[in-house]
């Protein structure tokens, strides 16, 4: 059997991705993105389709919705058309999407082409975004001017003083629940749609149909203990769909209601997903797998946004600053890459056993 092993880079996951689905036999589309990646290599949205296709019941596997995290969302995707797919029961079709933020991808950020966090992005746009003030207060020192290493010393020293004086959670609320005041700044959620906001609006319910229960796991790293991968609802716990949920996996948190790794944010796109598949029966998690600590995560994600912000991304020395963000995001070690996999494996499992036993 294969090695575990991630990608070196978005082009290698894409091509090792696409051969496994036609291996597999999968149905395959490709979905242009309009830019390129740091060598000009094209950019999309793969998506390989098995199993029934007049299926009753879908899985949708989703990697990459921030971007360098598709690293091990990929490999798991992979895995799972080489080892699984034969086994796909005739009562559910399941659809992989691979690299949702392809920009964010190839370029080794959490964020797109935009500087936008996709879950934060999927807002009512119709309505003004929801305003998060004490991040303006916050704004320089997430992201100064430059990164030198007074400058990260400094501006991280005054941010631990403040989540001493106000708490650790309260400084992961204000930082991570999502802005829309500093284009600039992390866990920024736009001006409106972005592209893969509006890929996923145009194309979601004609992948999924004629379905009519649908199973969604979302792949996340970054948060949590080591290995372990959390699963985590965008709905509250006393709604149908998180009761589902709990009947499928057992431990599952809700976002929302503050239970889970995750601060409470505003705009993640499991939470819009309804509206884009309607008349469906959706029960879906964020499937999220821990790796350094939380502080090693900010300093990566602070270092990117100062570098897209005020540096030059195609320079020589940018590289350091991806290996830091790809280290905060994806480990190699294969013992950490066997442990997600178990993890993946089961919960894959159980959502499969359960759309295919409901038909």
Same mark, same amino acid.
């Given at each position: ?52 296709? %007049? ?52 370029w080794v950020r959490r ?99 004629p379905a009519r229960r ?113 280290? %905060? ?31």
């Amino acid at each position: 059997m294969r090695e575990l092993r991630l990608a070196d880079d978005y082009q290698q996951a894409r091509t090792a991705f696409r051969g496994a689905a036609e291996a597999a036999g999968a149905e395959m589309e490709a979905h242009p993105h309009p830019l390129q990646g740091p060598g000009g290599e094209d950019l999309a949205v793969d998506v390989a389709v098995v199993g029934n296709p %007049a299926a009753d019941a879908a899985l949708l596997i989703v990697s990459g919705t921030h971007g360098v995290e598709g690293f091990t969302g990929s490999e798991l995707q992979r895995r799972w058309l080489e080892v699984s797919a034969r086994n796909c029961p005739d009562e559910v079709r399941v659809v992989l999407i691979h690299a949702f933020n392809p920009h964010g991808f190839a370029w080794v950020r959490r964020v797109n082409e935009d500087n936008v966090d996709l879950n934060r992005n999927f807002i009512d746009w119709a309505k003004p975004p929801p305003a998060n003030d004490d991040y303006a207060n916050l704004a320089p020192l997430l992201v100064p001017d430059s990164w030198d290493e007074d400058t990260q010393q400094e501006t991280t020293t005054e941010l631990l003083a403040f989540a001493e004086r106000e708490g650790f959670e309260q400084l992961q609320h204000v930082v991570s629940s999502g802005q829309f005041s500093h284009p600039t700044g992390v866990f920024y959620g736009g001006t409106g749609p972005a592209w893969s906001h509006r890929w996923m609006r145009e194309n979601a319910s004609r992948l999924l149909s004629p379905a009519r229960r649908v199973g969604v796991v979302d792949l996340h790293t970054g948060l949590g203990p080591s290995g372990h991968g959390e699963l985590g609802s965008s709905a509250r716990a006393k709604s149908s769909s998180f009761q589902r949920a709990t009947t499928w996996w057992g431990d599952v948190r809700s976002i929302v209601d503050g239970d889970s790794v995750s601060a409470t944010l505003t705009g993640e796109w499991l939470a819009r997903f309804d509206d884009f598949v309607p008349d469906t029966e959706i029960t879906g998690v964020g499937l999220e797998y821990g790796t350094v600590d939380i502080i090693s995560v900010l300093q990566a994600l602070r270092a990117d946004a100062v570098l897209h912000a005020h540096g030059d991304p195609a320079a020589p020395e940018a590289a350091a600053i991806r290996a830091q963000v790809r280290a %905060a995001f994806a480990d190699d070690d294969p013992r950490w890459i066997a442990k997600v996999l178990l993890r993946f494996d089961e919960v894959i499992a159980a959502a499969l056993t359960n759309l295919a036993s409901d038909g």
